[in-house]
């Protein structure tokens, strides 16, 4: 019997099974939106790895890498080396994303600096209430506690 056919027996036996049940007995199952999330997720991870790869790279104003960065540019290096595309500013990125609360973020997400309604910052999720950005003239790439409450975040679709 193929591991297609299976899978309703299998969960038909098991009640409730949960995914990594089913791959442990050679079964799958196909979740609606879990392809597209996954590949999101794919695609945060990589560009999160890119800009801390980016680790001490010089903070130079407009620059877009590879050797130097704004805080913009450091994103759209990293998303589009990892196969996304993002406009040039933190703002214009920000209104490319998908907004999500500070509790739904996750790593490789964007994090958007904001006065009132204007976005003047961007960086990359890195977990732990940290981020991965190019911070300013004199300053260099690098991983940092996020130090305030004015940030919105946002994934990159």
Known sequence: MSALNRVPSLMARAGTASALTLAAVGGSVVVPGAASE????????????????????????????????????????????????????????????????????????????????????????????RLWHAPKTGDVVRLQKIWTSSVWYGRVK
């Open 38 to 129: 996954a590949a999101a997720a794919s695609h945060a991870t990589k560009a999160l790895n890119i800009a801390a790869s980016k680790k001490g790279s010089p903070y130079r104003w407009g620059a877009t890498g590879p050797h130097r960065f704004d805080c913009s540019g450091l994103t759209l290096y990293s998303f589009k080396k990892a196969g996304k595309k993002l406009p040039r500013t933190a703002a214009q990125q920000y209104n490319k994303t998908r907004h999500i609360s500070a509790r739904s973020r996750r790593v490789g997400d964007l994090v958007f600096f904001h006065s009132g309604r204007s976005v003047y910052h961007v960086g990359i999720y890195a977990g732990k209430g």
